[in-house]
């Protein structure tokens, strides 16, 4: 399978994220995708000592944290060996598109090294999604 990772960093805007996934959410309704893309967010959760700041201080400085805060979007795409064409096509295409032209982004295929530590990270973000929904 030609499986390969985009991986778009917001630094932060939730705005322009939302609209990407929604755009996301668009191709594959309207391409009839199903799995063959799937997208995950990866909001890095802030460390305890920040936890526990005073409530008065993490109110001040909400908007400032919000726009310090990383925020990244991993895109798996995933199809057949014998839709190869499909896969490149959509490489080319997601970075091209409104929400997410201009914003800095890796790709990550099955044959670099960070395939794997990409693959652990997607399927950890998406268990951590079933584990608060379930809630």
Known sequence: ?????????FQG?????????HRVDGWKQAFRLGRKLELRF?????????K??????????KGEAKAASRLRLLIRLDFSDHEKLSHTRW??????????????H???????AAYA????????LAEKAQGTARR
């Not at 530590?117 to 950890?124: G, Y």
């Open 1 to 9: 399978m030609a499986q390969s990772y985009l991986i778009f960093d």
């Open 52 to 61: 526990e700041a005073a409530p008065a201080a993490a109110e001040k400085e």
């Open 117 to 124: 530590e990409t693959e652990a990270l997607f399927d950890s």
């Open 13 to 21: 805007n939730e705005e322009a994220a939302q609209q990407a996934r």
């Open 42 to 50: 990866e909001r890095p959760e802030p460390p305890a000592a920040e």
């Open 106 to 112: 890796e790709v990550v295929r099955s044959r670099d």
């Open 91 to 104: 490489l080319e295409r997601i970075p091209a598109e409104t929400p997410f032209k201009g914003v800095p």
